[in-house]
């Protein structure tokens, strides 16, 4: 079946630091990638997404790459802020038309100043 | 502005009640989506339509029900028969076809039981 694991949280770093949040997936067929971010209290917002091999997707300074070959979309920032701190979902979707997302658990992450 | 609005934010819930949940799209999206999360876990699919009068179960059904009567509106019916209903619910639309194909989330109602 299809499934994503994410790295466990919480994740606590210092402002200014470098973010890496792991993102492996199983799935069957060719899936579409995608990081969700959730602010306390708040629904998801769609932070970025990659629909092929090799494509990088990016927004707000957070970057991740579809790796097919290791089966990964890791989510990565250079430099965290402050207002970075959420709950991060990677998710997958298979097939086309109206497709559930296949969720992993979420990693919460706090960024202290 | 365009997006998704679901009310109430907050809704309590008596035992042996049905509760009622809107979701409000003005995207002109065609597909609508309800999830439940649970704290410290990911999103899980209750049910979703493709097109107005259409709607298919998702994994965890069991004790909701939906309609979708128009394309911009899809409500989620918590029944009495969801026997631990306390979650956060989010609703979803999405538009197109293919590897394209975005789900866009609403703000989300928490529902708990007295």
């Known amino acids: 079946g299809n499934s994503v694991t994410q790295m466990e949280g919480p994740v606590t770093l210092s402002e200014e630091a470098f973010l890496t949040i792991n993102c492996t997936y199983t799935?069957?067929?060719?899936?579409?990638l995608f990081w969700y971010v959730q602010y306390p209290g708040e629904g998801l917002q769609l932070l970025l997404k990659?629909?092929?091999?090799?494509d990088k997707g990016s927004n707000k300074g957070f970057e991740a790459t579809y790796r097919k070959e290791t089966t990964s979309f890791h989510l990565e920032k250079g430099s965290v802020q402050v207002s970075d701190s959420a709950v991060y979902f990677c998710?997958?979707?298979?097939?086309?038309?109206?497709?559930?997302?296949?969720f992993g658990q979420g990693t919460r992450l706090t960024i202290n100043p | 502005d365009g997006g998704i609005t679901q009310s109430p934010k907050y809704l309590f819930r008596k035992e042996g009640q049905n509760v009622t949940l809107s979701c409000e799209q003005n995207?002109?999206?065609?597909?609508m989506y309800w999830y439940r999360q649970d704290p410290g876990q990911g999103l899980r699919l209750i049910y979703y339509?493709?097109?107005?009068?259409?709607?298919q179960k998702g994994d965890i059904a069991e004790g909701y029900s939906v309609s979708r009567e128009k394309k911009e509106s899809f409500p989620l019916t918590v029944t009495s028969a969801q026997k631990n209903p306390t979650a956060f619910y989010l609703c979803?639309?999405?538009?197109?076809?293919?590897?394209?194909?975005?789900?866009?989330f609403g703000p989300g109602t928490r529902l708990l039981v007295l």
């Open positions: 998710a997958l979707r298979v097939g086309q038309g109206a497709q559930k997302l296949v």
């Open positions: 799935a069957t067929g060719y899936p579409s």
């Open positions: 339509s493709q097109i107005v009068n259409d709607f």
């Open positions: 995207l002109n999206h065609d597909a």
């Open positions: 979803a639309s999405s538009a197109g076809r293919g590897p394209q194909e975005t789900q866009y």
């Open positions: 990659a629909t092929k091999a090799d």
